[in-house]
């Protein structure tokens, strides 16, 4: 019976070794797969590297840096288990899919990425940015007038910080818009005119040698016959800016530039 008691004793024993030891070799592979050098083992990360190395974040006057995982991984408890376990598929992306291997394909994710970081942040109220800057540490009334107005505003409205901080270690995406509708506005500028209607271009463009008129001015149409439509362009000069013409008097709303022939084939009325 003592035996038996002290076989289990034994295996009890040796399994709160082995259990100890797991867990502090887990701790340790946790902490070490954490820091900035091992992030940039991989090669697809040398391109964010050198946009962060341009950045507060990553030199300051303050002689304070913030590393990777400062940023990216929660400080303790799930977060910051699920943000390991994330981290996985970085690894596979890395040495299988290659998906981000050069510079054209990190660009053409860097949006998602993005979105995948904001999204992360937004859902843990900036717990990684909030690690290091506090609202109750601010000293807001030294900040800037702007600074002050976003602060007070947040802390009232109970936004977080990457609702306004976006793209200040990374270069933000390059937002796509939808162009539709310009190319059809630029279709249309294309049509055919008749005597009497007005057109508005739709970039700068040049009235043969004597000006060059700023997208959205308006041209009246005096001659639509030949192949080129003859315009009526109208505007104010101003003394000391004769070249120039504006959308009134004493407005700079510049509607044309005019060249040394421009300025003489112009019809002066009033003074």
């Known amino acids: 019976m003592r035996g038996k008691k002290r076989s289990g004793l034994l295996f009890l024993l040796i399994a709160v070794v082995v259990g100890g030891g797991g867990l502090l070799l887990a701790q340790k592979a946790l902490h070490k797969t954490s820091d900035t050098a091992f992030c940039l083992s991989c090669h697809s990360m040398s391109k964010p590297f050198e946009e962060y190395q341009g950045t507060v974040h990553f030199s300051n006057q303050k002689g304070i840096r913030a590393e990777c995982a400062d940023c990216h991984i929660p400080k303790s408890g799930m977060d910051y288990l699920f943000a390991k376990l994330k ?3 970085d ?8 998906k981000i291997d050069s510079d054209d394909k990190f660009e053409t994710h860097r949006q998602e990425m993005a979105e995948t970081v904001w999204k992360e942040l937004k859902a843990t109220d900036s717990a990684t940015c909030r690690s290091c800057h506090s609202f109750d540490a601010m000293d807001i009334a030294s900040q800037s007038e702007s600074a002050q107005k976003m ?3 947040a802390q009232k409205g109970g936004e977080t910080c990457i609702d306004c901080h976006k793209g200040i270690a990374h ?4 937002i796509k818009m939808d162009d539709n509708a310009a190319h059809e506005l630029e279709s249309q500028t294309a049509t055919s005119v008749t005597n009497g209607a007005h057109i508005y271009p739709f970039k700068t463009s040049r009235i043969g040698e004597l000006a060059t008129v ?9 001659d639509a ?13 101003m003394q000391g800016s004769e070249n120039t013409l504006y959308l009134a008097a004493g407005q700079r709303l510049a509607l044309a530039t005019l ?3 421009g300025i003489k084939a112009l019809t002066v009325n009033g003074e």
């Open 91 to 98: 690894i596979y992306h890395e040495f299988v899919s290659g």
């Open 214 to 222: 700023n997208p959205g001015t308006d041209l009246t149409v005096v």
């Open 151 to 153: 602060h007070n505003k």
């Open 171 to 174: 270069f933000p995406p390059e």
């Open 225 to 237: 016959s030949g192949k080129q439509p003859i315009v009526l362009l109208q505007g104010y000069q």
């Open 87 to 89: 981290a996985s598929k």
């Open 259 to 261: 060249s040394e022939e």
